[in-house]
């Protein structure tokens, strides 16, 4: 029996595929690469390119491959943007989720993960973060995350009384750093540790957004967690799913200390070995001082812990990174 990795293409799903792959699980891989990288997927990973929104397509896949479940990580991921572009944001996390759940109930597949978003909270007003903190999404990406986890509540619901009911979970997270193949890197625009490493090989500066906030060191403080143990928890939940373990609706993978931001260019300086000194720029419009989630829940059901130090996130990522070329 496989699961099917939806977006099993990109930064987070590729690592989930070989996660699922160390388990003795076997991945399949559906991605339209459209922010994804098809060298992403392992040799020997089946790997059929197409949309989510392509229900037949979905559906036919799932068969095909015998698949037992789901981990549906594809989706449109980048919370700025998408107060530019709500429409395409809906379109593709929550038609997209909506049509992956339509096609599961085709195929007769009843087990799927759903990778969620801390941005389901918006910009709380606590320190840390639990799971049933009020849901106050402040991003069109975020209220699409939220209404995912409403469609897999709502569809489990639905099929309660059938032969074979859905069995969901959905796992929040924030920053998601670091590299545990060489071959597979975070691409985004949008994300810190990129961002930085990117000004660095283009032999500029970083810069801090704010160093005045109420947190240590004057910077924000957030969680950031190591990308292999984001797909580890993810494989787990597929485990208790696919063996008929109890679940939570929903899971905060978070370090529950947080880093700061000079926290972390102190530690890209000190692991690259290129010496800079951050520029300070303004501070970002509704940048709460810090959010960071407990992860009690994730570490009782699924083995979540932070395995990684700083420096080895970093290190991981750049050195993925410079692999690129």
């Given amino acids: 029996m496989s699961w099917l990795v939806t977006g099993g293409a990109g930064y987070i799903g590729a690592h989930i595929v070989r996660a699922l792959a160390e388990a003795g699980l076997d991945p399949v891989v559906l991605d339209d690469l459209s922010s994804g990288d098809a060298s992403f997927v392992p040799e020997g990973v089946p790997f059929v390119q197409g949309t989510i929104l392509d ?23 980048y919370a700025g943007v998408s107060v530019q572009r ?31 978003s801390a941005a389901v909270y918006g910009t709380p007003d606590v320190a840390l973060v639990t799971e049933d903190l009020p849901k106050r999404p402040a991003s069109p990406y975020g209220e699409s995350k939220l209404i995912g986890e409403w469609l897999l509540a709502a569809q489990g619901v639905a099929t309660a009384a059938s032969d074979s009911p859905l069995r969901h979970t959905a796992l929040r997270y924030f920053n998601v750093v670091g590299s545990g193949d060489p071959s597979v890197y975070d691409m985004s625009p949008h994300n810190l540790f990129p961002i930085v490493f990117e000004m660095l090989i283009e032999g500029k500066t970083p810069r801090i957004n704010g160093d005045d906030y109420d947190t240590p060191d004057g ?13 580890a928890a993810h494989v787990v939940a ?22 700061s931001v000079r926290e972390i260019m102190d530690a890209v300086a000190r692991v690259t070995g290129i010496d800079f000194t951050p520029e300070i720029a303004p501070r970002r419009a509704g940048d709460p001082d810090r959010i960071v989630a ?25 050195e993925a990174r410079r692999n690129a070329g």
């Fill in 55 to 77: 229900r037949e397509l979905v559906a036919n896949t799932l068969r095909e491959h015998g698949a037992e479940g789901v981990i549906h990580v594809a989706g449109f991921k």
């Fill in 86 to 116: 709500p429409l395409h944001t809906y379109e593709q996390n929550v038609e997209g989720t909506r049509v992956v759940l339509a096609a599961m109930a085709d195929a007769g597949v009843s087990n799927i993960v759903f990778s969620s």
């Fill in 219 to 231: 910077t924000n403080v957030r969680d950031y967690v190591h990308v292999s143990d984001i797909a």
């Fill in 238 to 259: 597929a485990q208790r799913l696919s063996a008929g373990e109890p679940v939570e609706p929903a899971y905060n993978l978070g370090s529950q200390n947080g880093l």
């Fill in 294 to 318: 407990i992860g009690e829940l994730a570490a009782r059901d699924l083995d979540w812990q932070m395995r990684y130090t700083l420096d080895e996130m970093v290190q991981s990522g750049w």
